[in-house]
């Protein structure tokens, strides 16, 4: 096995065959058969068919001429036990989740047995679709939205995109942002796009030189509130990517902890709160 203990092959299949593919990428990957199967349960391994491409789990399936089988072997990642989402609420057309820190928003090439769209389906036994509507960070936990129908994931992510979910943030960065006064604003660009992110001075601890902060944005753009309060000198507390003199080893410090939107099948405003278990 090469370093990083990861594989990645793809084999063109050019006649039919009666093996199944789990035999085939045995036989050719270098792997054994129990590996495979680990693999393909966990989402590593994709077929190419008639112009689409897919997950395939199944170890007995059976391959058609013209296909394309590739498998994204990460060893390490596939070792990974994730971490469990919470149930916070079913709303039918979409349910609320606690996800934890260490879990991905959706998966990889490599997998999504490490995600919360796969824990979720696997959750209700494979009897609800689920779409992604929204994402967190993996290094952040909070509040998610997953949705149960085309129409909820089509309705939710308008939502989102035109920024009509009000999205609050628990966090705790390094150093005194009361010198500020008990609020403030933070608008600077990311990638090129309007950014705001506004701030809450909860409390400092003096002793730490930590703040603790209820932030509320708007708009969604990739790491926003680590990149705002990095660029101001307040890098949040356990980033393992921005800041200096911020790391730890308890976990990055943010919280998605509120989410209010007004509903497009209950018809009124709804909101979740993790201090309040969600209850809208």
Known sequence: MPPGNRIEFSLQI?????????????????????KIKDAMSKGAVWVGRKGKTFRLRKATAVLKKGDRIELYYD??????????????????????????????????????????LRLTEKFF???????LVHRLDRETEGLMLIAHTKEAATRLSE??????????????????????????????????KPALTEYEVISYDQSK??????VLIKSGRTHQIRRHFEEIGHPVIGDPRYGIGNKNVEGMKL???????????EKRF???DLQSAGRP
């Open 125 to 131: 036994s494979m009897k609800r679709e689920v779409y």
């Open 255 to 265: 919280t998605a902890s509120y989410l209010g939107f007004q509903c497009p099948f």
């Open 209 to 214: 030189n930590l703040s603790n902060l209820s």
């Open 75 to 116: 060893e390490d990642l596939l070792s990974r036990i994730p971490p469990e989402p919470m149930l916070i609420s079913d709303r039918v057309h979409y349910t609320v989740w606690h996800k934890p820190a260490g879990l991905m928003s959706q998966g990889t090439q490599y997998g999504d047995h490490c995600s919360i």
């Open 270 to 272: 709804v909101e979740f």
């Open 159 to 192: 939502l989102f995109r035109e920024h009509q979910v009000i999205k609050k943030y628990s966090l705790q960065v390094r150093g005194d942002l009361t010198g500020n006064g008990l609020s403030g604003r933070i608008n600077f660009p990311i990638n090129g």
């Open 14 to 34: 050019d006649s039919a065959s009666a093996s199944s593919a789990a035999d085939i990428l045995s036989s050719k990957a270098g792997l054994s058969k129990t």
